[in-house]
């Protein structure tokens, strides 16, 4: 789970990248020194402290993460497509029978039914096997000293982090997650781990990085504290009447299901509405893409990560994993989205033309973005730097 302070030379590297390393690393130092002595105030050890920050260093790619504004925002439809592909749902149904235990203890134990715990496993680490490779201490460290707006957060999730170390739950070296210190099979932030995560597998430690049991017992206790309603749907698609006013949707603008029915939204089939309790209605791409009528439970899905799009993945995944079909209604783009193995092949085929992009790997990054639009501008094609169905198929035709 992703989130998802003014130290001068820091703050020069940030906004021009004209602070000397030394120098920033220096006052790197001192900021640690100070976070040392706060530290042993909230009861963590010295010998903790120094074992903890031995070695690391003012790392300038967390700042430049904290601070990017990514220019490609990514279409809702490539967002689905790559994170509810038949790869994952495979993959998700594979790791469900492994691991069948342990889902299904935390679902009695905590009232969440164990396809929504899975879906969140998948989305947020693939089941285990993306855990994030930055290493916390040095993250949050540098994030706390580093001129970031949210110093202070950092900071409080630095020192949950050393008493995770302090208390043996987890050693420090398996303590690597992504840039903004989310760690573990469903990334846990550290405060979040101190408030909801959980020993399900009983050996005395609350390790989400190593303890498949613990890891999806933490996340279902994460949504029981979110009010999840087992038994109760996260909602369904639908199909809007026209000229639906989307200016009354809205996950918030939870109606009466009845409201919505009486406006002439029905089920994909035609069929009415059904279901208890208030609803609301989310159209991610508009009234001429899918609908979905949704309840109490998407928003605790949605707290999750605090985005829709995030919060439709998990839920989507969770159908999917159910045996359910998955989105019906089309995107409205002429320009099909890809799965990850189609992105894949768009990489490799990219590769094979000269383009450096990586090993193949399925994550669309700024390589593969500046590859694509070389490309599209080879073909005469507008320049978007997108991975859609189209390029794939002008590189296949060579």
């Known amino acids: 789970m992703t989130i998802r302070s003014r130290n001068t030379a820091a703050t020069l590297l940030c906004l021009g990248g004209l602070a000397l390393p030394a120098a920033a690393q220096a006052d790197f ?27 690391i260093a003012f790392d300038e790619k967390v700042i430049e993460l904290s601070q990017a504004q990514p220019e490609f925002k ?49 989305v947020e680490s693939n089941f285990g096997k993306n855990l994030g490779k930055m290493p916390l201490v040095q993250s949050l460290a540098t994030l706390a000293c580093g001129g970031t707006r949210r110093r202070e957060f950092f900071k409080g999730e630095l020192m949950a982090t050393l008493k995770i170390i302090q208390r043996g739950d987890i050693d420090a070296s398996r303590l690597s997650g992504s840039w903004a210190g989310a760690f573990g099979q469903t990334q846990f932030m550290p405060t979040t781990y101190h408030r909801l995560a959980v020993d399900l597998d009983g050996d005395g430690r609350r390790d989400v990085v190593d303890s498949v049991p613990d890891a999806v017992g933490s996340t279902a206790n994460f949504l029981r504290v979110a009010k999840w309603q087992n038994g109760q749907p996260w909602g369904y698609e639908v199909r809007l009447p026209a000229r639906f006013n989307l200016a009354a949707a809205g996950r918030k603008a939870k109606r ?58 998990i839920a989507v995944l969770s159908d999917r994993l159910r045996g359910r079909a998955g989105i019906q209604t089309a995107w409205p783009t002429d320009d099909p989205p890809l799965s990850r193995a189609e992105r894949r092949a768009l990489q490799a085929a990219l590769t094979e033309r000269g383009y450096d992009v990586g090993e193949p790997d399925g994550r669309v990054g700024a390589k593969t973005r500046e590859a694509i639009k070389d490309v599209e501008r080879r073909l005469g094609m507008p320049q978007t730097g997108r991975p859609g169905a189209k390029v794939l198929e002008a590189l296949r035709r060579g």
């Open 74 to 122: 990514t279409p809702i439809w490539d967002y689905i497509a790559a994170l509810v592909d038949e790869e994952r749902v495979e993959d998700g149904r594979a790791a469900m029978r492994q691991h069948a235990s342990a889902l299904a203890q935390a679902e009695a134990r905590y009232n969440v039914d164990r396809y929504t715990i899975a879906a969140v496993w998948g």
């Open 29 to 55: 130092r001192s900021c640690l020194a100070g976070l040392g002595q706060e530290a042993a105030q909230q009861g963590v050890s010295p010998e903790t402290f120094r074992a903890a920050t031995a070695g």
């Open 256 to 313: 009466p299901v009845g409201h919505w029915a009486s406006l002439g939204v029905t089920r994909l089939d035609g069929r009415p509405l059904t279901g208890e309790g208030p609803a609301g209605i989310i159209a991610p791409a508009g009234v001429d893409g899918p609908a979905f009528l949704v309840t109490k439970n998407f928003d605790a899905i949605y707290s999750y990560n605090a985005a829709e799009s995030y919060g439709l993945a």
